[in-house]
């Protein structure tokens, strides 16, 4: 029997946002593997064997995925959100690249899933209708140098902004040196939105103006969404709705 390798996100928390793919892909599966809080969100069933490990293994764990695959198991890699956002699916090629001769007959599926930056943008309105892009503050695999560079580049070329990771007790610096990076280039008022442990009972979502950011409002169960110079607010009664219009000022008159 040919051996497979599913990696699937689960999406940010609610079962609602599992895809029906994702769902067969679970049912099919002989094992899982994965970071401790999302393989516990799998339901333990007979013939399944689950493998949860602690966080920062992702090599080991590919490796573990590969070799189980190797001897015909159905092997499923669990990631919060989309495993190929800041997840698993990388950690799988890393792996896989260093080796690859030995492990061309696996199966291997890459299966989406709703990721905390699109979860938290639909809760807040459209944050990121226009152009953006995604930054992982973590300084654990890459220089701080390089993230704000990064972070610049962003500024400097007025893009919505979504940041993951963006501060731990072991790493507050990040977050704080991009706030004063942010509230040295941009406009006081731009609005900016954290969101915390979206689509679960311990959601909390605010939105505040740049001016009013402290290094505080973000853990690493936040997602922190910052919007372009053109970004709005619009109130619908008690409602803040966040939205980044789709066109861009310009002088089309020549």
């Given at each position: 029997m040919?051996?497979?390798?599913?990696?699937?996100?689960?999406?940010?928390?609610?079962?609602g946002h599992?895809t029906?793919?994702?769902?067969?892909?679970?049912?099919?599966a002989?094992d899982?593997i994965g970071y401790?809080?999302?393989?516990?969100?799998?339901?333990?069933?007979q013939?399944?064997t689950?493998?949860?490990?602690?966080?920062?293994?992702?090599a080991?764990?590919?490796?573990?995925?590969?070799?189980?695959?190797e001897?015909?198991r159905?092997v499923?890699?669990?990631?919060?959100?989309?495993?190929g956002?800041f997840?698993?699916a990388s950690?799988l090629?890393?792996?896989f690249?260093r080796?690859s001769?030995?492990?061309?007959?696996i199966?291997i599926?890459i299966l989406?899933?709703?990721?905390?930056m699109?979860?938290?943008?639909?809760?807040?309105?459209?944050p990121l209708g226009?152009?953006?892009?995604v930054?992982n503050?973590?300084n654990?695999l890459?220089p701080?140098?390089?993230?704000e560079?990064?972070?610049?580049c962003?500024i400097?070329?007025d893009?919505?902004?979504a940041?993951?990771?963006p501060?731990s007790?072991?790493?507050p610096?990040?977050?704080e040196?991009?706030?004063?990076?942010?509230?040295?280039h941009?406009?006081?008022?731009?609005?900016?939105l954290?969101a915390r442990?979206v689509?679960?009972?311990?959601?909390v979502?605010?939105?505040?103006?740049?001016?009013?950011?402290t290094p505080?409002?973000?853990?690493?169960?936040?997602v922190?969404i910052?919007?372009?110079s053109?970004?709005?607010?619009?109130?619908?009664?008690d409602k803040q709705?966040?939205?980044t219009?789709?066109?861009y000022p310009?002088?089309?008159?020549?």
């Amino acid at each position: 029997m040919t051996g497979r390798i599913m990696v699937v996100g689960l999406g940010p928390g609610h079962e609602g946002h599992i895809t029906p793919l994702v769902s067969e892909a679970v049912a099919r599966a002989t094992d899982v593997i994965g970071y401790i809080p999302y393989v516990e969100r799998i339901a333990p069933r007979q013939a399944l064997t689950l493998h949860p490990t602690d966080n920062r293994v992702e090599a080991e764990r590919a490796q573990h995925a590969l070799e189980l695959a190797e001897k015909g198991r159905q092997v499923l890699i669990v990631s919060s959100g989309d495993p190929g956002v800041f997840a698993m699916a990388s950690a799988l090629f890393e792996v896989f690249e260093r080796d690859s001769a030995r492990w061309q007959d696996i199966a291997i599926e890459i299966l989406p899933g709703i990721t905390a930056m699109l979860a938290a943008a639909s809760r807040a309105g459209a944050p990121l209708g226009h152009d953006f892009c995604v930054i992982n503050l973590s300084n654990n695999l890459k220089p701080w140098a390089i993230i704000e560079k990064r972070v610049r580049c962003a500024i400097e070329a007025d893009l919505a902004m979504a940041f993951y990771n963006p501060r731990s007790k072991s790493r507050p610096a990040e977050f704080e040196k991009t706030l004063t990076l942010l509230k040295t280039h941009c406009q006081d008022d731009r609005p900016i939105l954290f969101a915390r442990a979206v689509s679960t009972a311990d959601e909390v979502i605010r939105v505040v103006p740049l001016s009013q950011t402290t290094p505080d409002m973000a853990d690493m169960k936040t997602v922190v969404i910052v919007g372009s110079s053109q970004t709005r607010v619009v109130l619908q009664g008690d409602k803040q709705w966040v939205y980044t219009p789709r066109s861009y000022p310009f002088d089309n008159s020549h």
